[in-house]
């Protein structure tokens, strides 16, 4: 697998269940991003991870939890969602979080019934 | 605050023909980078053309070039030679240095044969 991979691509889940999106780089990058894009809308940066640390945090509700247990996985653990959480989230990665180009994965395609 | 504004929510075009998107930004920063993003229907985001606010000399990029203009803050897109792989989302983004990225809300763009 080459560049920034994510699995699952589609999810559908009930608003009491329990899931987590997974995200992988294999670009040796230092950054990793959790994105959340909805129609219509600019991209909406949810976390910023820097050499395994979370720095950035954007006013995301508890109920999203990211882990970043290493330089190269980063996940996103999903519990309560609300149907506007329905989205397609994007995962991104970059060398350093100063300015760099990002390379972002396929997406995961979220629906909470 | 940083903001992009992309005011084409659609396009189209001929293929064979030449197509420019528009983008506008602000900030207060004076070093930032600039960013075109295409995001084909198959959801995978890929970078187009980088600019470095710098550098005067407008970025290309084989069939694909940018008219940035640093004081009225514009960064236009412009295709040339449209072919069929070019429909997709395009996307704007600013990241001014040890920010952030900051994207516009998207112009679909779509060749028509």
């Known amino acids: 697998e080459t560049g920034v991979t994510q699995t699952p691509r589609h999810l559908v889940m009930g608003m009491t269940n329990k899931k987590s999106l997974k995200c992988e780089q294999h670009l040796g990058h230092n950054a990793m991003y959790w994105y959340k894009q909805s129609a219509k809308k600019p991209l909406e940066l949810m976390f910023v991870y820097s050499l395994e640390e979370r720095v950035e945090n954007n006013s995301v509700p508890s109920r999203f939890s990211p882990e970043c247990p290493n330089s190269s996985h980063l996940f996103l653990h999903l519990h309560t969602l609300q149907p506007e959480d329905s989205a397609l989230y994007l995962c991104?990665?970059?060398?350093?979080?100063?300015?760099?180009?990002?390379?972002f994965g396929p997406g995961t395609r979220l629906t909470v019934l | 605050a940083q903001t992009v504004t992309q005011s084409q929510p659609e396009m189209s075009v001929q293929e064979a023909e030449t197509v420019t998107l528009s983008c506008t930004y602000d900030t207060s920063e004076n070093n930032y980078y600039l960013f075109w993003y295409k995001q084909p229907p198959s959801r995978q985001m890929i970078l187009v053309i980088r600019?470095?606010?710098?550098?005067?000399q407008n970025a290309t990029e084989n069939r694909f070039s940018v008219n940035f203009q640093k004081a009225a803050k514009s960064f236009s897109l412009k295709i040339s030679d449209s072919q069929l792989g070019d429909t997709a989302m395009y996307f704007c983004?600013?990241?001014?240095?040890?920010?952030?990225?900051?994207f516009g809300t998207g112009t679909s763009l779509t060749v028509i044969p």
């Open positions: 991104a990665s970059s060398q350093s979080r100063t300015g760099g180009e990002q390379f």
């Open positions: 983004a600013l990241c001014p240095l040890k920010d952030q990225f900051y």
């Open positions: 600019q470095e606010a710098y550098k005067q």
